[in-house]
């Protein structure tokens, strides 16, 4: 018996010891993610005025209910939507149709409280294009309509951001670039109506314009950041500023609680990181909050000789960065129009547990096979992981993401359509082709 008691305890500690390993890669970011598919129809590919990332939104969702948009291969603009747990999605082809051979002319949409669907589309310096569903949850729209009708002229970039309470936030610019104005509007749910907060809200002063990203967090407040540009061409692009709101985008104020004078001016914002003109700084990327409110910027710039993706956020009052260092090779922005570029520009997601937040980057990179990628670590601790999203390459596809669902379910659904991008406002000659969400539930940590 001396002789096999020893056996056995062996065995007992090789058998805790496999099952605890299996226990954590069960439960740890080690598990495999689970992608689900589904496809919804075929859209214009000729450039990328489907998948450009400042959509805001490409797709959304409203008490279970998710919808999206895009054009298709004639230029009209479709709209679909799909019920709770359906992979079958019904679509509408409405009315209207959109100037794709201008890869600046995105559809944004949002659903309000009442679950109204509102709809922007055809912009860049032209007057605005907007209408709103006819009933709550419908996709047939209204004849076209205006906000305010206060500076709806020169349109360019317009974007919703859902509040808390059910209103609605309405960014644009008015404007050329190089020499334009940042307008926000307010819609109201109980009254259905629009108005201006701020007809100059970052003022560029005739010489500079700002290419922003905007964030909503948990509390309602409007978290806002963006880059400078001096003229048209995109080499000129330098800085990264913030400010925020907490009351609705009526009154503004810097990271320390201290009020803006509006217009936000280049000589009064609160700069976040200086980054010096000809960096190849991206401008029009993400943002986003975390638990607390703090605010991270994602971005990319010439650094240490590569083009690398940055984050820029809020910790303990004060700004940092991470230098994420994976991508090892460098190219040079320059010049106007959309660019064809060998990386996307970056969504970023956060999630806090406890004392760590982990960071997750979106993304598209011809060091990747221009796959859909998503990168994530916790910052300040490990190192950053990758994993391919696609077996196969989306060309110039960016980053677009359901932000509801995410807020509400931590589930990352995320539009996806092979796109071509010539570069300088170039126009391919493919056929359509599919456009899909990608379906991620189980995000790594």
């Not at 669902?405 to 995320?414: M, S």
Request: with cysteine; proline share 3%; glycine share 6%.
């Amino acid at each position: 018996m001396n002789k096999i008691r020893p056996q056995k305890n062996l065995f007992r500690h090789f058998r805790s010891y496999f099952l605890l390993v299996g226990f954590l890669l069960l439960f740890s970011g080690c598990a495999s993610l689970k992608i689900e598919e589904t496809k919804i129809g075929s859209g214009w590919a000729n450039n990328s005025v489907n998948t450009v990332i400042f959509r805001q939104n490409a797709i959304t969702s409203f008490q279970d209910h998710q919808f999206t948009a895009y054009y298709d291969e004639n230029s009209n603009l479709i709209l679909a939507k799909r019920n709770p747990g359906s992979d079958e999605w019904l679509l509408h082809k409405t009315h209207y149709k959109g100037n794709t051979k201008d890869a600046h002319n995105a559809i944004s949409i949002a659903v309000d409280g009442n679950g109204f669907l509102h709809v922007s589309w055809d912009h860049h310096d032209t007057p605005l294009r907007y209408a709103i569903s006819k009933e709550p949850l419908g996709l047939e729209l209204s004849e076209e309509i205006q906000m305010t009708g206060i500076a709806e002229e020169k349109v360019s970039y317009p974007q919703f951001y859902n509040l808390p309470d059910g209103n609605l936030i309405f960014l644009y610019r008015s404007g050329q670039s190089g020499r334009g104005s940042l307008i926000a509007n307010s819609y109201n749910k109980d009254t259905k109506s629009w108005k201006q907060l701020h007809d100059n809200l970052i003022d560029g002063e005739n010489e500079r314009n700002a290419y922003w990203q905007a964030s909503v967090d948990s509390q309602g407040t409007i978290h806002l950041s963006w880059v400078w540009r001096e003229t048209w061409d995109v080499s000129t692009n330098h800085d990264i500023c913030y400010a925020r709101s907490t009351d609705g985008g009526f009154t503004w104020e810097k990271s320390s609680g201290e009020k803006y004078n509006l217009p936000i001016t280049a000589k009064t914002a609160e700069y976040a990181w200086k980054v010096p003109q000809g960096s190849s700084l991206i401008n029009q990327t993400s943002m986003t909050t975390d638990a607390s409110g703090n605010p991270y910027i994602a971005s990319y710039w010439n650094e240490n000789n590569s083009t690398q993706f940055q984050i820029v956020y809020l910790k303990d009052d004060n700004w940092q960065k991470e230098h994420t260092t994976f991508r090892k090779t460098l190219f040079t922005l320059g010049g106007g129009g959309t660019k064809r570029i060998p990386v996307s520009r970056p969504e970023i997601l956060v999630n806090s547990e406890g004392n760590f937040t982990t960071a997750y980057l979106l993304f598209r990179d011809e060091e990747r096979g221009n796959k859909v990628s998503l990168a994530y670590k916790k910052l300040n601790a490990d190192n950053w992981q990758i994993k391919d999203l696609t077996k196969n390459a989306v060309g110039e596809w960016e980053p677009n993401f359901d932000k509801e669902l995410y807020r509400l379910k931590n589930q990352l659904h995320i539009f996806v359509q092979k796109v071509t991008q010539i570069d300088g406002e170039g126009i391919a000659s493919e056929p359509a082709t599919p456009v899909r969400i990608l379906e991620i539930n189980n995000l790594p940590n």
